[in-house]
């Protein structure tokens, strides 16, 4: 027989409980934890709007709940089947998955709430000062960061930085904490769930997190892949961060434009010479006709001019398109261009990929 509850509460724990019939949970200010929970039929857990009301439409005295959080927080699904389960503007910054079945068949409705990286400017010797992109991520993600970079363990009571990852609840046993594999599982099976509900920008979150995992997995990500997901990152952020694929191929412009100006282009069109011999009795005359190679030799101040920045860009331009611009270069301008042929057009593209996976609905 179905069953409905409306609990308006601080704490809900229905840690290895049975439910053998379709159940709604309706809850109000509560932090509800559905470890090893057995689902044999349908489980919606959502959030309710309003103060609960009796049969006569008086409002449930809520008093005793006075400071606590707004909103309903599920803090685990560890070991339980996410098949027949169904949250609703919940928030899943803590949410503990790993363990659980099903979930690439779980289904999040409504204002789902996920962690977010830590904010801020990092110094990580001996790299350069790291920021984090904004982005959903899992509790899971946060636990292993924070061991991987040996922060401390927090007294208890105290609320993790905003600045920092935020420890789990083994910190800093490594054994007890997800490693980045079974962390790279649990982002690839939610991000089917966000497919199927239809939620691309979503699922692109969970994407990127899945590929920061495989990136970082030393044991199930063989080296080779590795230095491939490297790069990926660095240029286009997996394929999701137009902007600095943008950058990237400003830059490579850039350069390129400049090495045009400095080495590619010569002094002026290389002249086309005929020679021949005319016989002394007259007849026919034979001509060889040959086109002198590019040169360039001018001084390095009268190489970066207006006029051969304008050629420079239209070489470039040209490239970007997979296109010859016809230019006659010097040795060094035909290699340059070769390889911006090459380099400009896949900056190009993932800059339109990036763009088309954030914006895809």
């Not at 301008?333 to 900056?347: D, I, N």
Request: hydrophobic letters at 40%.
């Amino acid at each position: 027989m179905p069953v409905t509850l409306a609990i308006a509460a601080r704490e809900v724990r229905c840690e290895r409980t049975r439910w053998e019939s379709t159940a709604t949970l309706r809850l109000r200010y509560a932090t509800a934890d559905l470890s090893h929970a057995v689902l044999s039929c349908p489980m919606a857990v959502t959030a309710h709007p309003a103060p609960f009301t009796t049969g006569d439409g008086t409002a449930v005295d809520e008093s005793l709940l006075a400071g606590s959080k707004n909103g309903v927080r599920v803090v685990s699904v560890r070991g339980a089947d996410a098949a027949h389960l169904v949250l609703t503007d919940t928030d899943l910054s803590e949410c503990l998955f790993s363990g659980a079945f099903h979930l690439d068949q779980l289904r999040l409705e409504g204002r789902t709430d996920f962690a977010q990286p830590p904010v801020g400017i990092h110094l990580t010797p001996p790299l350069a000062p790291t920021g984090w992109t904004r982005r959903r991520t899992l509790a899971e993600e946060h636990h292993w960061r924070a061991l991987a970079a040996d922060q401390p363990a927090l007294p208890a009571g105290q609320q993790p930085s905003p600045r920092a990852w935020k420890p789990g609840p083994h910190h800093p046993v490594p054994g007890r904490t997800p490693d980045p594999e079974e962390v790279a599982a649990l982002y690839r099976q939610l991000r089917k769930a966000f497919e199927d509900g239809k939620n691309e920008p979503g699922a692109a979150d969970f994407y990127y997190g899945e590929m920061e995992m495989r990136r970082h997995d030393r044991t199930g990500t063989p080296p080779g892949e590795r230095g491939l997901l490297w790069g990926y990152w660095l240029l286009s952020g997996y394929g999701l961060r137009a902007s600095r694929a943008l950058v990237w191929l400003v830059a490579a412009m850039s350069a390129t434009v400049l090495l045009m100006m400095g080495l590619g282009l010569p002094d002026s069109a290389p002249r086309q010479l005929a020679t021949g011999t005319v016989p002394a009795g007259g007849g026919r005359v034979t001509l060889a006709v040959d086109k002198q190679d590019p040169r360039l030799t001018l001084s390095v101040g009268d190489r970066f001019t207006a006029e051969r920045f304008d050629k420079a860009l239209r070489v470039v331009l040209n490239s970007v398109v997979f296109r010859s611009s016809g230019q006659d270069l010097t040795t060094w301008g035909t290699y340059t261009e070769m390889v911006s042929r090459f380099a400009e057009p896949m900056l190009l593209a993932l800059v339109l990929l990036a763009m088309r996976g954030r914006f895809k609905r």
